[in-house]
């Protein structure tokens, strides 16, 4: 069984930084694709950035620039560093990851999501 946990949200003034963790744990075979949502009070879940296996990142067009998505294939980790932080980007942030395991060919699975709270 695959367990995906976030960890590293919080409140933080605008301007200020985050960095945010997704680890990943269970009988992993090989981690594809791993990525981070978000969801806003109201809003639909949108997709932020995603690493793929072999470490070409991508954002959506908000967040370029100011955050980074990185991963530690040693760890099974994904982080995604959040600098330059506006009110805006307060949301509940959702690790996303394509997983292969010993019983299973690719599937994906999510966190249960980190608070993250920029105040103006």
């Known amino acids: 069984q695959v367990q995906l946990v976030e960890s590293g949200g919080g409140l933080v003034q605008a301007g200020g930084s985050l960095r945010l963790s997704c680890a990943a744990s269970?009988?992993?075979?090989?981690?594809?694709?791993m990525r981070w949502y978000r969801q806003a009070p109201g809003k639909q879940r949108e997709w932020v950035a995603t690493?793929?296996?072999?470490?070409?990142?991508t954002y959506t067009d908000s967040v370029k620039g100011r955050f980074t998505i990185s991963r530690d294939n040693t760890k099974n980790t994904a982080n995604l560093q959040m600098n330059s932080l506006k009110p805006e980007d307060t949301a509940v942030y959702y690790c996303?990851?394509?997983?292969?395991?010993?019983?299973?060919?690719?599937?994906?699975?999510w966190g249960q999501g980190t608070q993250v709270t920029v105040s103006s």
């Open positions: 996303r990851a394509w997983i292969s395991t010993m019983s299973r060919n690719y599937d994906n699975y």
């Open positions: 269970g009988s992993i075979l090989r981690i594809n694709d």
């Open positions: 690493i793929t296996g072999g470490g070409t990142t």
